[in-house]
């Protein structure tokens, strides 16, 4: 069974630093792109950041450009996400997702989502 | 970017009602159209790809269709798990963009 568990969610104080994590199991990490999608409290989805299956390329949204960076392990079959100057508009639930390729690309499988708060 | 619009934001509908949903793109994306649902409090399910092909597991009351900038989704017969927030969501380009989620909520 295909699982992706995020974590690392938590309140920081705008400018601070944060990883979130997303564990995977149940399929071949290493074969599959990833990504970062993020939703405001009571807000929509947004796709903030896309790594492929060897690493590179990367791409971000302009939101986070310069601020996030997205890594992976696929030897621990990991997916990271480091977030520095962190501002109130990034308060939100972060959900890892596996990009599925068939025909176009979407996303198939989603973590629980980790929700990170920022706030003084 | 590519900018994705969703009408209604909200529908009230009855189980067994047919229900439809559109979603029009800035400028033409093709087929590169994805459609999920949400429930409160749980991460967004795939439900349709490429504009009309469903994802494995997703009943058949459920279809999409369109291409070029118009797209619609289209629940046949209501059930009570189908009262959710759907979002289409267009992969043609980065940055992959959502629309803002139509809320479909029981009459």
């Known amino acids: 069974e295909v699982q992706l568990v995020d974590s690392g969610g938590d309140l920081v104080q705008p400018g601070g630093s944060l990883r979130l994590s997303c564990a995977a199991s149940g399929f071949t990490f290493s074969s599959y792109e990833m990504n970062w999608v993020r939703q405001a409290p009571g807000k929509g989805l947004e796709w903030i950041s896309y790594?492929?299956?060897?690493?590179?390329?990367?791409f971000y949204a302009d939101s986070v450009k310069g601020r996030f960076t997205i890594s992976r392990d696929n030897a621990r079959e990991s997916l990271y996400l480091q977030m520095n100057s962190l501002r109130a508009e990034d308060t939100a639930v972060y959900y890892c997702?596996?990009?599925?390729?068939?025909?176009?690309?979407?996303?198939?499988?989603w973590g629980q989502g980790t929700l990170v708060t920022v706030s003084s | 970017d590519i900018q994705m619009t969703q009408s209604p934001s909200s529908v009230s509908a009855s189980v067994g009602d047919r229900v439809t949903i559109t979603c029009r793109a800035s400028q033409s994306i093709s087929n590169y159209l994805n459609w999920y649902q949400q429930k409160p409090g749980k991460a967004p399910k795939l439900l349709i790809y490429?504009?009309?092909i469903l994802q494995s597991g997703v009943p058949s009351r459920v279809s999409g269709s369109g291409s070029g900038t118009d797209f619609t989704l289209t629940i046949s017969s209501l059930q009570p798990e189908d009262f959710a927030t759907y979002y289409c969501?267009?992969?043609?380009?980065?940055?992959?963009?959502f629309g803002q989620g139509t809320k479909l909520e029981i009459k």
């Open positions: 790594i492929s299956s060897s690493g590179s390329p990367i």
């Open positions: 490429s504009a009309y």
């Open positions: 969501q267009q992969s043609s380009s980065l940055p992959y963009t």
């Open positions: 997702a596996r990009g599925k390729q068939w025909l176009v690309p979407s996303f198939d499988y």
